[in-house]
């Protein structure tokens, strides 16, 4: 039966019975969707070469620079090098549209003869473009044994080619395609976006608008990925301006955002294990650093060399796997006592395996299509509909039971007196141990009025008048 006392709270409340039993189902379609929407002939192989010296021209080349391409789509890694690409003229018969499926490049060019050259950078906008898209598309008609030559140069990225050819049928499909996908996955952001926002103003806690934050800024990853802001007349200040890379401050912020959350909600668990809780703010430091830095990467990437760019990525690449190895840890270690640790790492794993497989293991991968945004949004969908799920149902499960003590018999009192409920008792010792009151909002999903509301009838049960005195309160009774 719902105490009297939060019936009008729980009124308030259909919005997460709705997400508990269709999130998840929609998620499943959309995922489902995506994964059969990459489809595409895994025969062909490329040509690649790094070129450390920056040619200008193919005629500069020669073919024993090139090597053949492990994988379908070619990836050169990190370095401070251009990227050349061959496509084989068999392979390109009759009229074609080539489109290159990844807009982090800083620029791209095609050689279909020595005559020819097109260039797109990411402020080239759309009505100087061969194929008015926001992929670097280019239309080769009829190049008979003719050679394709594909440039590009990077700053800060593994130079990677997902390369698609199509006929004119096929890519209005793609192109039609790739908007319902998208639209879909904009759309079921947007409501979980919205979601979490409501929850956040009803019953002020705080992680469900960090997390509505950090679902917001994965949708703008996701199309930037996807190169929705490329093609723009904004587009050339804010991704090829001389002081500030904001595709930095968009991804360090979610990785961040998603950090934040889960210290929010865990926290009261990780400081029991002193190692753990400062592997994990000295990573948390590490990755705002590295942020910031990255952010400022204009400024110094023109006095570093070839071998400092290998090792900023594998940097980044490294500090992310220790981060998600330390939260696996702070999840298996505490996931016994708390359901909540267990909606996370359902949420997380697939990510997680999506995230480090294809990039630690990537010689197990050469024969699949992945694409950065496809990686992302497979795992991200499927993270922000579990966790937005694990959320709800805390709250939910907070509205069902009043703080007398009716679920008192899942943990054992960790204080001799009998005086304090369940929930008083883990407050009074939380608040003891130096959290404050958003602290302990954020980790028991109540709000900090009610915080405040609890600590007022502690001190009122126990006879102390302040948090001095109910230190020494608690020290007496402590076991």
Sequence with gaps: MIPKSIKSQYLNCGILVFSKFNVLFFSFLLIFFNVNSQSIDKGTRYAVYQDYDFKKHPEELTTKNFSLSEGIIPNLGWGKFKAWVILKPESLKGKKYLLIQNPVFDEIKIYKDSSKINTIKPGTLFSEREVSFRFPTFNIENVGQKEIYISGITSLNPAKFPIRLFDEAGLTAFRENQALLNGLIFGFIAILVLLNLIIFGVFKLRPFGVFAVSAALFATLYFFLEGYFFGKSYSTFFFQNNYLNFHYLIYFGFQLSNYRIFSSVFQLEITKNERLFTIFRILFLVGIIEGIIMFFSPLWYGYIDNLT??????????????????????????????????????????????????????????????????????????????????????????LQFDDSGAKESENKKTLKSDILSKRETEILLAFTNGFSYTDISDAMFISPHTVRTHLKNIYSKIGVNSKAEAVRWVLGEEK
């Design 309 to 398: 760019v290998k090792t900023i990525g594998m940097t980044i690449r490294i500090g992310a796997m220790l981060m998600n190895i330390v939260m696996l840890l702070i999840l298996l270690k505490i996931g016994k006592e708390n359901k909540l640790a267990r909606w996370f790492l359902v949420a997380m794993i697939p990510g997680w395996l999506v995230y480090l497989a294809p990039r630690f293991l990537s010689f197990l991968f050469n024969d699949f299509w992945f694409t950065m945004p496809q990686l992302y949004s497979v795992s991200m969908v499927w993270y922000i509909a579990v966790v937005s799920f694990g959320l709800a149902t805390e709250v939910y499960k907070n």
